[in-house]
C-alpha cells in the first residue's frame, strides 16, 4: 500500500493522525478478512459462539454490541458512554443499545452488521478486545432466526447526517439484507442498535447482563456505562477516569518462552539472509550484540583453536535460516534460556494500569481495603508477552451478596473482557484455588466481602475452547497470576491484622476500665484514700496500658500455666466440697 | 482459772485478728504503692493444684511449691479475677474483721454480688468465682479462711465420752459429748478456740458416711469401745479435719478411718491424712498425719468373703484408681497392692456391704476384729 488511504468523513476534530492511522488500520484489516459463507454453519452451531443457555444468550448479545461499541469511541479518541436498554415484551425480549462512538458509515452497516465474517485476527498478534468479528452479525441472525424480525440500526458520524435501516441477513448467501434506509437530518453520532430476541432471559445472576456490565465498568474504569433493566430500574456503572488507553499495536515474539518448534516454524519461512539477523529481525529485543552472545554460548564447549576447521557440531550464524536443524535449534532454544534479557515490549501490551485500576475498584467497590498490583510482562510458549494485573478489594460494596450473607467473588477478565463462564476450567480460578488463603487471614474468602480481581493482558489469549470463556491454566501464567493474588492478599492481611488489632485494642481498653471502679473503691475502703484520686490514676495507667500490644501482657509463662494450674485447681476444689 | 481462759482465749484471737487486719492493710499499700509508679498493679499468688504441689515425705504431707505467678489488674485474663480478689480482701476486712463478725463464703458471693456501674456485667456471677478469689486470697496473704473471719458449710457429727469447750464470741458452753442422742455434735468450721476439757478416750474412729455413724451411735460401740466416734458426710470439711488434727496432736489419740472400698473413699482418707492438692498450703494445719486407715480395702472383701455383694467399678473409678496410683502418698506398697488389686478385679464394696452377714456385723465383729489385729494400711 503505497497511497495514504483518505480518511472516512468524520465529524471529529479530534486527533486527526490517529484516526488516520485507525483508518489504516482498518483498511489493511478490511483487506485480510476472508468471506465465509458461514451463516448457514453457526446458524445450526450457535453454541459455539456463546449463544447456550437462555441468560448465557443474552449475555453475549450485550457483549458484542458494547465490545464493538467501547473499541469504536476509544479509536475515535472519545471517553466512551454506553447504554443498555432491557425490555421485556411478552416472550421477546428487546435490547437497546447505543454509543458516542465513530458510527458507522452507511455503505458499511451491511458489512457490520448483516454479514457473518471470519478475520485473520485469529493469527494477529495484537491485544484484541473484540472476538471473532462475527458478534454483532450473528446477533441479528439471532434476532432473525429466533423472531423473525430484523435488527433495526441508527448511525451518525456527526455531519448532520444520520441513517437508520433494518438488517437482516440472507442465510443462504450470508449478504446483508437492509430495508426501511432513511436518511435524515440530525445531528447524531454513535450506533443505536434495537433487536428482538426471544429463547432468552433477563436476570441479575453472575451470568447475566447486569454482572456483565459491572465487571465491563471494572474492568473499564474509562467507560461510563447505564443500565434499564426490564423493571425500569437504572443502573448507571460512572466512569472512574478519561483517559483512554493507548491503541494496541502488533508485536514480535520475545524471546524468552520460545519452543525449539516455534523457531524452526519461523526459520522455515523467513525472508533472512542469515540466521543471525532472522533472529535480529523476526523477534524483539534481540540486538547484534545479543546474538553475538547466543552464537557464543550455542559454540562455546566446542573450543574452536585457531586455523583449524569449525568442529562438525558448529552453528554458523551465518548459514540460511531455513538450513536450521532442529538439534541446533534446540541448542539456539537452551542458550536463550542463559542470556539476559530485556522484558518483552511492554507497549504491545496494554493492561488497565495500577493507578487506573485502583481509581476503578474504588470508584465503584467503596471498599474499606484495596490493593491492586500490575506485574512486569512475562512470555509463555512461543515468546508471548502477557502480564496480569490483580487486585484485592475488602469491605463496603466489595463481593457478591448471597442471600442475606456477604460473600467473595472472582472476577476473570482477559484483556478487560470480563469472563462469566466456565470458570471451572480457567487459570484464574486454578491460581485462585491453589493460594493457602489461611496465611493472609482471607479463608472461608468466599464468604467474605471480598472481590478478587484479575486481568489477564496478552497479544495472544490461550482460551481452552472456541467459546472464549476461560484461559488455559499454563504453568507460566497460573503462577504469575498467583504470584499477584499473593503480593495483593499480603496487603489485604495487613489490613485485617491491623483492624483485628484495633479490635483487640477496643476490647481491651473496655475490659481495662470496666474494673476500675471497683478496684478503687476496695482500695479506698481498705486504705482510707480517695476513690475518685485511686480512680483517676488507674484509668491513666489503663490508658498507657491500653495502647501497648496485647503480648505484653504475656510477660511470663507461668501466666499461661497459672490459669491452668488455676482450672484444675477449681475442678479439685469443686471434687473435694462434693 | 475458768474465768481466765475464756478471757485469754478472747485476746489471742483479737491479736490474730489484728495480725490479719495488719496483713491486709500491707497488701493494699503495696497496691497503692504500685499505682503511684504508675505500675500495673499485681498481686503474687502461689500457684496452686497439682501442677505446684509436692510430697514431702518426711513430714507427710502435701506442700505447695515455689511458684508465684503475678496477677495484674490490667491484663486482659487477670482483670476481673483481680477485681473480685479485691472485693474479697475489702469485705474481709472492713465487714468481717474490723466488725469481729464472721461470715459464710456464700454471705460473701451476695454482699459482694452487683452490676457493675455502666455495664451489664456483673461482679460476680457464680459462687464459684468467688470462692476461688478467696483462695487467692489466703494464699497471696499466706494464711487460711478461718483467719479471715470465713466459715465453710459445716458437716460432720460426732459423738464419744467427751467433753468440751466452745466459744460464741466471748460466750463459753460447755458440751458432753455422750449426751448428745441420736445426732451427736454437729462440728464447727471453725474449731481453733475448742477446747478440750475431759474426756475417757482410746482412740478416734472416723467414718466417711452418717449412715456408719448412725448405726454404731445406735450401737453404742464409742460407749463400749472408748472412741470417739466422727461423720465426715463425704469428703471431709475443714472443719473436721483441723479438729481431726488437734486431737490427734494436742491428745495423741490413734485416729482410724473407715470409708468404703472404693478410690473416692480411700481419696477422703488421703485428703484427711496428708491434705488435699487444691488446698496444699494448709495441709499443715488440716492433715493428720498419723491418722490409719482401717477398712475397707479390696483385701477386706476376700477376707470378709464379701464378693457376692460387691458393684462392678465404673470408668470414673478405674481412672481415678489410675491417677491415684501415681501420687507420691499412694506409693507405699500396701496401697499399690489394694490398687491393683482393684484395677485387676475391678470391684467396690460399700461398708454397708457388712449388713449382709447381720445389721451389728460391723460393730460387733469387724471394726474389734480389725483394731485388735491392727489390720491396718498406712
Known amino acids: 500500500m503505497t497511497e495514504k488511504p483518505k480518511p472516512i468523513e468524520t465529524g471529529q476534530t479530534a486527533d486527526s493522525a490517529k484516526e488516520s492511522s485507525f483508518d489504516d488500520t482498518e483498511r489493511v484489516m478490511a483487506k485480510d478478512f476472508k468471506e465465509y459463507s458461514v451463516a448457514e454453519f453457526f446458524k445450526k452451531n450457535r453454541q459455539m459462539l456463546g449463544y447456550s443457555g437462555k441468560v448465557r444468550s443474552l449475555t453475549t448479545i450485550v457483549h458484542e454490541y458494547v465490545t464493538n461499541s467501547i473499541d469504536s469511541a476509544e479509536d475515535a479518541n472519545i471517553p466512551p458512554e454506553i447504554s443498555v436498554e432491557v425490555q421485556q415484551l ?52 439471532f434476532s432473525q432466526i429466533t423472531t423473525g424480525k430484523p435488527t433495526h440500526i441508527k448511525t451518525g458520524i456527526g455531519n448532520y447526517k444520520a441513517f437508520e435501516a433494518d438488517v437482516a441477513i440472507d442465510v443462504k448467501t450470508n449478504e446483508p439484507v437492509i430495508t426501511n434506509g432513511k436518511e435524515f437530518s440530525q445531528n447524531f453520532r454513535g450506533v443505536r442498535i434495537a433487536a428482538e430476541f426471544a429463547e432468552v432471559t433477563y436476570n441479575r445472576s453472575e451470568y447475566g447482563v447486569y454482572e456483565y456490565l459491572r465487571r465491563t465498568a471494572l474492568a473499564n474504569p474509562h467507560v461510563q456505562l447505564s443500565l434499564i433493566e426490564p423493571t425500569k430500574e437504572i443502573v448507571v456503572f460512572p466512569r472512574a477516569i478519561t483517559q483512554i488507553p493507548p491503541k494496541p499495536k502488533p508485536t514480535l515474539p520475545h524471546p ?43 559454540n562455546a564447549k566446542l573450543n574452536p583453536k585457531e586455523n583449524t576447521e569449525p568442529p562438525h557440531n558448529f552453528v554458523d550464524f551465518n548459514r540460511s535460516p531455513g538450513s536450521l536443524k532442529w538439534h541446533e535449534a534446540e541448542r539456539i532454544v537452551q542458550a536463550i534460556q542463559t542470556v539476559k534479557w530485556i522484558s518483552p515490549e511492554t507497549s504491545t501490551l496494554i493492561p488497565i494500569g495500577e493507578l487506573q485500576l485502583e481509581k476503578s475498584l474504588k470508584n465503584l467497590l467503596k471498599p474499606e481495603a484495596l490493593k491492586v498490583v500490575a506485574r512486569r510482562p512475562r512470555v509463555f510458549r512461543g515468546g508471548i508477552p502477557f502480564l496480569v494485573e490483580a487486585g484485592i478489594a475488602y469491605g463496603g460494596n466489595a463481593g457478591a451478596v ?177 | 482459772m475458768a474465768k481466765d481462759k475464756p478471757t485469754s482465749q478472747a485476746d489471742k484471737r483479737r491479736k490474730d485478728r489484728e495480725e490479719i487486719q495488719m496483713r491486709i492493710e500491707k497488701f493494699a499499700h503495696e497496691l497503692i504503692k504500685e499505682i503511684d509508679r504508675n505500675d500495673n498493679p499485681h498481686i503474687d499468688i502461689p500457684v496452686r493444684g497439682s501442677s505446684n504441689v509436692a510430697f514431702d515425705e518426711k513430714e507427710k504431707k502435701i506442700v505447695l511449691g515455689s511458684k508465684v505467678a503475678k496477677r495484674f489488674l490490667f491484663n486482659v485474663s487477670h482483670a476481673r479475677r483481680f477485681m473480685q480478689t479485691m472485693l474479697v480482701a475489702s469485705y474481709v476486712k472492713k465487714d468481717l474483721l474490723d466488725n469481729n463478725l464472721t461470715a459464710t463464703l456464700r454471705d460473701l458471693y451476695y454482699a459482694k454480688k452487683r452490676t457493675i456501674a455502666g455495664t451489664k456485667e456483673e461482679t460476680i456471677d457464680e459462687q464459684k468465682e468467688s470462692d476461688l478469689a478467696i483462695v487467692d486470697f489466703e494464699v497471696a496473704l499466706d494464711t487460711f479462711r478461718e ?7 459445716p458437716k460432720g457429727r460426732m459423738a464419744g465420752t467427751m467433753t468440751i469447750r466452745d466459744f460464741v464470741k466471748e460466750k463459753a458452753s460447755v458440751i458432753k459429748l455422750d449426751q448428745l442422742g441420736s445426732g451427736g455434735l454437729a462440728i464447727p468450721s471453725i474449731v481453733e478456740q475448742i477446747e478440750f476439757v475431759d474426756y475417757d478416750l482410746e482412740y478416734v474412729l472416723v467414718a466417711e458416711k452418717n449412715a456408719i455413724f448412725d448405726r454404731l451411735n445406735e450401737d453404742e460401740y464409742w460407749k463400749r469401745n472408748k472412741c470417739l466416734l466422727m461423720t465426715t458426710a463425704g469428703q471431709a470439711a475443714r472443719g473436721t479435719r483441723r479438729l481431726l488434727q488437734r486431737l490427734s496432736t494436742e491428745l495423741k489419740l490413734p485416729i482410724y478411718c473407715l470409708t468404703d472400698a472404693d478410690p473416692y473413699g480411700w481419696y477422703i482418707y488421703s485428703t484427711m491424712k496428708y491434705g488435699s492438692m487444691a488446698l496444699a498450703h494448709e495441709s499443715e494445719r488440716l492433715g493428720s498425719r498419723e491418722m ?32 491415684m496410683r501415681n501420687y507420691d502418698w499412694f506409693k507405699a506398697k500396701p496401697w499399690q497392692k489394694e490398687i491393683d488389686k482393684f484395677l485387676d478385679k475391678k470391684i467396690k464394696a460399700e461398708i454397708q456391704a457388712l449388713s449382709s452377714k447381720n445389721l451389728q456385723y460391723i460393730s460387733s465383729t469387724y471394726l474389734p476384729e480389725k483394731i485388735k489385729n491392727q489390720d491396718f494400711l498406712p
Not at chain 2, 490409719?292 to 484408681?321: C, P, Q, W
Request: glycine share 6%; with cysteine; proline share 2%.
Open chain 1, 90 to 141: 411478552n416472550s421477546h425480549i428487546k435490547i437497546i443499545t447505543q454509543d458516542n462512538g465513530t458510527g458507522v458509515p452507511k455503505s458499511k452497516i451491511g458489512q457490520a452488521f448483516g454479514k457473518l465474517l471470519s478475520g485473520t485476527k485469529f493469527s494477529q498478534r495484537r491485544q484484541q478486545r473484540g472476538q471473532q468479528g462475527i458478534g454483532a452479525a450473528y446477533a441479528t441472525l
Open chain 1, 256 to 298: 524468552l518462552g520460545l519452543t525449539t518448534s516455534d523457531i524452526m516454524d519461523m526459520a522455515a519461512i523467513s525472508k533472512a539472509r542469515k540466521i543471525s539477523s532472522f533472529l535480529v529481525t523476526e523477534f524483539s529485543r534481540v540486538s547484534n550484540d545479543k546474538v553475538k552472545e547466543l552464537d557464543a554460548l550455542v
Open chain 1, 402 to 578: 448471597k442471600g442475606n450473607q456477604p460473600g467473595g467473588e472472582l472476577l476473570r477478565f482477559s484483556n478487560r473482557v470480563p469472563l462469566l463462564f466456565d470458570a471451572g476450567s480457567c487459570a484464574i480460578s486454578e491460581a485462585a484455588k491453589t493460594i493457602d488463603w489461611a496465611r493472609y487471614d482471607l479463608k472461608d474468602w468466599e464468604e467474605k466481602p471480598v472481590t478478587i480481581f484479575v486481568n489477564f493482558v496478552s497479544v495472544y489469549v490461550p482460551y481452552t475452547g472456541a467459546g472464549k470463556l476461560a484461559i488455559s491454566a499454563e504453568e507460566e501464567i497460573v503462577t504469575e497470576i498467583r504470584a499477584a493474588l499473593m503480593e495483593c492478599a499480603r496487603d489485604i492481611s495487613h489490613y485485617l491484622h491491623s483492624m483485628q488489632r484495633i479490635e483487640d485494642q477496643e476490647r481491651r481498653r473496655q475490659l481495662f476500665f470496666r474494673y476500675i471502679g471497683e478496684v478503687a473503691q476496695a482500695l479506698g475502703e481498705l486504705t482510707g484514700k480517695e476513690q475518685s484520686v485511686l480512680k483517676n490514676k488507674l484509668q491513666k495507667i489503663a490508658e498507657v496500658r491500653t495502647a501497648m500490644e496485647e503480648k505484653a501482657d504475656k510477660v511470663e509463662d507461668a501466666e499461661e500455666e497459672l490459669e491452668q494450674m488455676e482450672k484444675a485447681a477449681s475442678k479439685e476444689l469443686e471434687e473435694e466440697s462434693k
Open chain 2, 147 to 153: 483467719r479471715l473471719h470465713l466459715r465453710a458449710e
Open chain 2, 292 to 323: 490409719k486407715f482401717l477398712g475397707m480395702s479390696i483385701s477386706d472383701i476376700e477376707h470378709y468373703n464379701l464378693r457376692n455383694v460387691t458393684i462392678r467399678a465404673k470408668d470414673v473409678d478405674i481412672k481415678r484408681a489410675q491417677e
